[in-house]
């Protein structure tokens, strides 16, 4: 299992959820937890995509088998309900690997959490970075249509 915003689709998602799946060896299942608006908005900011939008996007992906919308509140009701051996955090999210393995382990969830590195790769390879590109970009929009 990966977890993730994944607001804005990007090359370094569909990277990490490559290297997510790689973690748990040649079979794997690789299932996704999106998070609810709701999270986005707690953690980081008014989501740019629905959370729906964000989940068919998902579900699209060559790596994804199962993606599932988180619950509100409860980020482990997901895990509870899924039973993952490996969870996937990713390089730039601030969970402490080693905090999260012991509320798991508090709550008789038997899942190991891993963090995935070094799937960054380029200019735009996150979604702040494609906030910021297009916040300093000055569009020339004849039709006056958003």
């Known amino acids: 299992m990966a977890t993730g915003t994944f607001d804005i689709l990007h090359p370094g998602h ?57 619950h509100d509140g409860d980020m482990f009701k997901i895990v509870e309900e899924i039973k993952p051996d490996i969870i996937a955090i990713g390089s730039d999210q601030d969970h402490d690997v080693e905090k999260l393995q012991e509320l798991l382990n508090k709550r008789g969830i038997k899942a190991k959490v891993m963090r995935v590195k070094d799937y960054m790769f380029g200019e735009l390879d996150s979604t702040c970075k494609i906030i910021k590109r297009i916040k300093h970009t000055e569009f020339n929009d004849k039709t006056g249509k958003l």
Do not use: C, H, N, W
């Open 14 to 70: 569909a990277l990490f959820l490559e290297k997510a799946k790689e973690l748990g060896g040649k079979d794997a299942i690789l299932a996704v937890v999106i998070a609810r608006d709701s999270t986005v908005e707690k953690r980081k900011r008014i989501p740019i995509i629905p959370q729906e939008q964000r989940l068919e996007m998902i579900k699209s992906l060559k790596p994804v088998d199962e993606a599932y919308l988180g």
